[in-house]
């Protein structure tokens, strides 16, 4: 089987790309960093190296695939990351199509059912949405959910002002949190596994954990035991995030994410279709690596 790998070698598609490649069989991955490129081949998959922005690009690099693994990059140097994610889900249906491949695995989100209000997650939704719409597909959508990696923008807060918060945590509800090998794992097995049905949804968690007992754990594997969870306003959130350097556009959308968080309406759908956590590591292992960051 040929896979074409969105995502460069980052957090997840490095070892999906592995993991493929150790199964015998052919991997495209797809990176704008042309510096990628040896790293790419010594692993024994295949390099394309251009923009997702690029339609006669990415239709050449989707060409003879059988199956497309999609994620949408982040870029901090776009003005509108919103503009840029929907510019990037139109131009990889159009290579789909092009191709003419089959089966897709997208890495979407927790909060994507929402379609809207959900900031930086809306245009995976408006993907999902798409896909179902593209005739003769099937597609397995992953839906992981708040990323532990996300907790390290935590750090300046704990070690300037003795604190952790965001504008969500004001409620009794538990934040979903999920690790990356996690993801990694769970998406080697649905890329593996044949494709039967038009669309399947699998939620990806390892941990399901309260704010408040986030910033206790967090706060006492750097030493500072008590730490507590502030909840922000919209407008606090938003402007902590500009003066820790995101553009408007970002924390905008991350502001946005945060109200769906804080409402319920964000992780609504994995707690009524909540199976069994999927995911081995946990805010105890996460807290690890969390210390070691803070220190350096």
């Keep these: 089987m040929k896979y074409i790998i969105t995502g460069s070698l980052g957090n997840i598609s490095l070892p999906v790309t592995q993991n493929l490649v150790k199964a015998g069989h052919q991997a495209v991955v797809i990176s704008s960093n042309p510096n990628k490129k040896a790293q ?43 503009a840029f994610q929907l510019e990037v889900a139109d131009k990889y249906l159009q290579a789909i199509q092009s191709a003419g491949i089959k089966n897709v695995v997208l890495l979407s989100s927790i909060g994507a059912h929402l379609r809207k209000g959900a900031g930086p997650i809306d245009a995976l939704g408006y993907l999902e ?9 099937h597609v397995k959508i992953l839906r992981p959910s708040y990323f532990f990696n996300n907790l390290y923008a935590q750090i300046g807060l704990i070690k300037n002002a003795g604190i952790a918060g965001s504008n969500f945590g004001g409620t009794e509800e538990k934040l979903v949190l999920v690790d990356t090998d996690d993801i990694a794992k769970v998406a080697t097995e649905q890329l593996l596994a044949p494709f039967t049905e038009v669309q399947t949804i699998t939620y990806i968690s390892s941990d399901e954990r309260h704010p408040s007992e986030i910033a206790a754990i967090l706060g006492a594997a750097v030493g500072k035991e008590g730490t507590p969870w502030i909840t922000f306003s919209d407008e606090d959130a938003f402007n902590g995030m500009l003066q820790a350097g995101l553009n408007e556009s970002f924390a905008g959308l991350y502001r946005d994410m945060g109200q769906a968080l804080q409402t319920g309406r964000m992780q609504e759908d994995y707690w009524k279709k909540r199976g069994e956590i999927k995911g081995s590591f946990k805010l105890e292992d996460f807290a690890k690596r969390f210390a070691g960051a803070y220190q350096g």
């Excluded at 949405?129 to 597909?137: D, V």
């Design 129 to 137: 949405e798409k896909l179902a719409q593209t005739p003769g597909l």
């Design 40 to 82: 790419i081949e010594s692993l024994g998959a295949e390099a394309a190296i251009g923009s997702v922005q690029d339609a006669a690009f990415l239709a050449s690099a989707f060409q003879g695939g059988d199956v497309a693994y999609l994620m949408i990059p982040s870029d901090f140097s776009v003005a509108d990351y919103a």
